[in-house]
């Protein structure tokens, strides 16, 4: 079973910094979604991919963030000059079905330690 | 007001008992509802999903629906101390442009003690 995976599972790095993450989705998935979940919370949505087209962009997703999925397949999110509040679980998603009964599946996530 | 509100708990109960989690939202647009479980250090599982009013059996798990009262829960029956994890509540509306986001309340923390 290929289900969503990501790298790194974990992330350490230096306020300043830049990081790049990947996902690859569940191969038949045509979208895919990125979370940021913190402590005690519930994930809170990034921005989301139907094939390569990013379609939206949560006000959360600052300039320091680009998202890209270049041939509708795996996806890489980059922050740049890392800041100490970027610390979080980082999660992708897919799913197949582009109507209200879709049904998301999670990768394992990206843990971002900002030092 | 938060979109999708849950009580954080923690929730206790024994060893064989029913576990009942709440979760309230406030876009009444939200079309689809979903559980999803979570263990420590974990992503997101996906437990139920659940368009319709009323209740959808799935083994030990039951979600019910209610849109008139923008309510949705989770009864799971017969506890285990596996099921010890925190429960989240995700709404999808699927009008405007921002069809296909989940959007999560703060999580419920489940303990089931032997």
């Known amino acids: 079973d290929t289900g969503v995976s990501q790298n790194p599972r974990h992330k350490i790095t230096k306020r300043g910094q830049n990081v790049t993450f990947r996902c690859d989705p569940i191969s038949e998935h045509n979208r895919l979604y990125w979370y940021r979940q913190t402590l005690g919370q519930g994930p809170e949505f990034l921005t989301y991919?139907?094939?390569?087209?990013?379609?939206?962009k949560s006000r959360l997703l600052s300039d320091r963030f680009s998202a890209e999925r270049p041939k509708g397949s795996f996806s890489t999110l980059e922050i740049q000059r890392t800041e100490q509040g970027d610390s979080a679980m980082y999660l992708c998603a897919s799913s197949y079905t582009p109507s209200y009964q879709e049904t998301q599946y999670f990768g394992p996530g990206t843990r971002l330690l900002v030092l | 007001q938060k979109e999708v509100e849950q009580n954080s708990g923690p929730l206790s109960v024994p060893e064989g008992a029913i576990a009942s989690l709440n979760c309230t939202y406030s876009?009444?647009?939200?079309?689809?509802f979903f559980w999803y479980r979570q263990y420590s250090g974990k992503s997101p599982e996906l437990i139920m999903f659940i368009y319709s009013n009323g209740d959808k059996e799935d083994g030990r798990f039951t979600a019910q629906l209610n849109k008139a009262s923008q309510y949705v829960s989770l009864l799971i029956r017969d506890s285990q101390p596996s099921d010890s994890a925190t429960y989240l509540c995700?709404?999808?509306?699927?009008?405007?442009?921002?069809?296909?986001?989940?959007?999560f309340g703060q999580g419920t923390i489940l303990t089931v003690h032997p």
């Open positions: 995700a709404v999808i509306n699927a009008g405007g442009t921002s069809y296909g986001k989940l959007t």
């Open positions: 876009d009444r647009g939200s079309q689809s």
């Open positions: 991919f139907q094939n390569e087209a990013q379609l939206e």
